[in-house]
T-cell receptor
Framework: GAGVSQTPSNKVTEKGKYVELRCDPISGHTALYWYRQSLGQGPEFLIYFQGTGAADDSGLPNDRFFAVRPEGSVSTLKIQRTERGDSAVYLC???????????FGPGTRLTVL | DQQVKQNSPSLSVQEGRISILNCDYT??????FLWYKKYPAEGPTFLIS?????DKNEDGRFTVFLNKSAKHLSLHIVPSQPGDSAVYFC???????????????FGIGTKLQVIP
């Protein structure tokens, strides 16, 4: 498929565990964004990559959250010592370098028990 | 502090009638606005956008109106169809001088139900 894909679609983990969420952007899109959507809320910005570098990580809630994009394509969002409050849908989006329209993946629903 | 506000959490409309979804914003630096549509278990998909230099943009059944002085925009869907039932997010992007970076702020969404 040509769209943004995210894996896994669902992740259930226990409090204190480590999780990794993966995003495959649209081929050729240099910009990649991570968002978090809690129940009843809109997507909330976490981090933005331009190529391999995190150009803006001001939305990451604390140092338990980290994201990488080593080759400028696939990105992984990493959450250490998960807490129940981390439960949400994590959305990834990509866009062309000059595009204002972001294309979203289906999200990963994270549940921390 | 919600910079993009969608004060109606839900809206029900009869099929064939007009749906009007409203959005207010507080940040004067926003200069580009978008509407996204989201079905359950899917990511948001882009619907329509408008630049601050315009007051109206139309695409088929969808029209977005922007009132800059009131910091208000609305999405009109006419005629509404059952397949339009979804959550609609209003979103805004600030004026940016760094090409390629579009930090989007979303509202909390309005759930539209179109009744057949």
């Amino acid at each position: 498929g040509a769209g943004v894909s995210q894996t896994p679609s669902n992740k259930v983990t226990e409090k204190g565990k480590y999780v990794e969420l993966r995003c495959d952007p649209i081929s050729g899109h240099t910009a990649l964004y991570w968002y978090r959507q809690s129940l009843g809320q809109g997507p909330e910005f976490l981090i933005y990559f331009q190529g391999t570098g995190a150009a803006d990580d001001s939305g990451l809630p604390n140092d338990r959250f980290f994201a990488v994009r080593p080759e400028g394509s696939v990105s992984t969002l990493k959450i250490q010592r998960t807490e129940r409050g981390d439960s949400a849908v994590y959305l990834c989006a990509s866009s062309a370098n000059t595009g204002r329209e972001q294309f979203f993946g289906p999200g990963t629903r994270l549940t921390v028990l | 502090d919600q910079q993009v506000k969608q004060n109606s959490p839900s809206l029900s409309v009869q099929e064939g009638r007009i749906s009007i979804l409203n959005c207010d914003y507080t940040n004067s630096m926003f200069d580009y606005f978008l509407w996204y549509k989201k079905y359950p278990a899917e990511g948001p998909t882009f619907l329509i956008s408008i630049s601050s230099i315009k007051d109206k943009n139309e695409d088929g059944r969808f029209t977005v109106f922007l009132n800059k002085s009131a910091k208000h925009l609305s999405l009109h869907i006419v005629p509404s169809q059952p397949g339009d039932s979804a959550v609609y997010f209003c979103a805004a992007i600030p004026l940016s001088f760094s090409g390629g970076y579009q930090k989007v702020t979303f509202g909390i969404g309005t759930k539209l139900q179109v009744i057949p």
